[in-house]
């Protein structure tokens, strides 16, 4: 009795924890929230794409296209789902729906070359619904941001119970899937909270696995995505939540030094970028006198020039 006391415990503990990054998954629900300046779509229909459009948001689009942009399905371990149903806020463009096949895993990644994520910091909001039209597996591995080729760490987090990747257990950020669409909306500091090696790069040509996923092993399990996407919170001024508490920063009269760095950027505090560096060390020399704003990854500084 003590056994299964504990194992209900805990599952309550997960579920309560995963609760907070619940939502409901229609855009309107995140424009009630206020202003937001950047969208990236991977899958969104057209009609919310114009909603984010139509409040100034500036969409810079992540979805497949044949091109730069693709969705591959890893060693044909999944077949095309059933699609035919409404897709969240009853949209009728088509969502991303899937069938685990037999290999004995399963998964597939939305690969991206030369996306500008310079916009990307720690209030970058992750958003994606799911449901299925079939059978659920227990738990699907969610991967954010890996490009490994250009040093982006992923977070990697689970939708249902935890994932178990060959030991490897990944962070459950909601409930399993069910028929009904169910959303999940969090931000990079608090996926880099559950998965601390969470390391995303703000810069011009971004590259890699933008998103992808692992679907389990079981044969004929089903699953659906829709209203996939990265977006901004607030004015786009560049100038998010100041917070330098982890980092090494030392302040001269004429630098910015931040140890272990991968680039700094300086803002003054209209939100325009004044000057930035790729190294760990940022020159304030011909600057005008007054406040900025110095970032460096998901820290921040307030700079004073006199």
Known sequence: ??????????????????????????????????KVSQVMPIALDEGAVAKFEAQGATVT?????????????WSETLQA????????????DGYASFIVGSAGWSGAGYNCSTL????????????????????????????????????SQPAKVSLGDPFNDNGAVFPAVGPKANDDWQGVDISFSDLKK????????????????????????????????????????GDGSGIGKINSDNAEWVVTANTVNVAGANGIELYNLGGQLVKKTAGTTLGL?????????AKSGNQAKKIVVK
């Open 194 to 233: 559950l998965f601390p090696t969470f390391d995303w790069k703000a810069i011009p040509a971004w590259s890699g696995n933008i998103m992808s996923f692992l679907g389990g092993g079981v044969t004929g399990q089903a699953f659906a995505f829709d209203a996939i996407y990265f977006y901004q919170p």
């Open 285 to 293: 020399s011909n600057l005008a006198k007054g406040v900025y704003v």
């Open 81 to 92: 789902g059933d699609s035919s149903l409404p897709g969240v806020g009853d949209q009728m």
């Open 1 to 34: 009795m003590q056994k299964i006391t504990l194992v209900a415990a805990a599952a309550f503990v997960a579920a309560s924890a995963s609760a907070q990054y619940t939502c409901d998954p229609t855009v309107e629900t995140v424009l009630a929230k206020g």
């Open 116 to 151: 500008n994520t310079e916009w990307w910091n720690a209030d970058t909001r992750f958003h994606i619904a799911y449901m299925t039209p079939g059978t659920a597996p227990a738990a699907i591995a969610i991967i954010v941001a890996d490009g490994g080729d250009i040093g």
């Open 61 to 73: 689009s992540a979805a497949p296209n044949g091109d730069t942009n693709n969705l591959w399905v």
